[in-house]
């Protein structure tokens, strides 16, 4: 099995910055994908952004331009660089890892991000 554990959440001003970091351990060593969702109160969970083993990503439009996604070297380790945060980025995010070898994706527990004034 895999464990990702996040890190980096908290509470900042509109206009602020946070890097949210996820760590995956166990028994896959690199993942095909990985990524952070997010889900608001009330809300569905959703993307935010996604990178793949190739070093391509994907973004919601919402957070297209001030978000930016990336892996460590050993593509074990996911970062999300949040820049000009807004109220409405608040949320819980969650990490998640796509394991082609395992054939499944792994989520973390979720770190809260939240965006007020």
């Known amino acids: 099995q895999v464990q990702l554990v996040e890190s980096g959440g908290g509470l900042v001003q509109p206009e602020g910055s946070l890097r949210l970091s996820c760590t995956a351990s166990?028994?896959?060593?690199?993942?095909?994908?990985m990524g952070w969702h997010r889900q608001a109160t009330g809300e569905d969970r959703d993307l935010v952004a996604r990178?793949?083993?190739?070093?391509?990503?994907t973004y919601a439009d919402s957070v297209s331009g001030r978000f930016t996604i990336a892996t460590n070297n050993a593509k074990n380790t996911v970062y999300l660089q949040m820049n000009n945060l807004k109220p409405e980025d608040t949320a819980v995010y969650y990490c998640?890892?796509?394991?082609?070898?395992?054939?499944?994706?792994?989520w973390g527990q979720g770190t809260q991000v939240t965006v007020s004034s």
């Open positions: 166990g028994s896959a060593s690199s993942f095909y994908a």
């Open positions: 998640f890892a796509y394991s082609a070898g395992l054939g499944r994706e792994f």
């Open positions: 990178i793949w083993s190739n070093g391509l990503t």
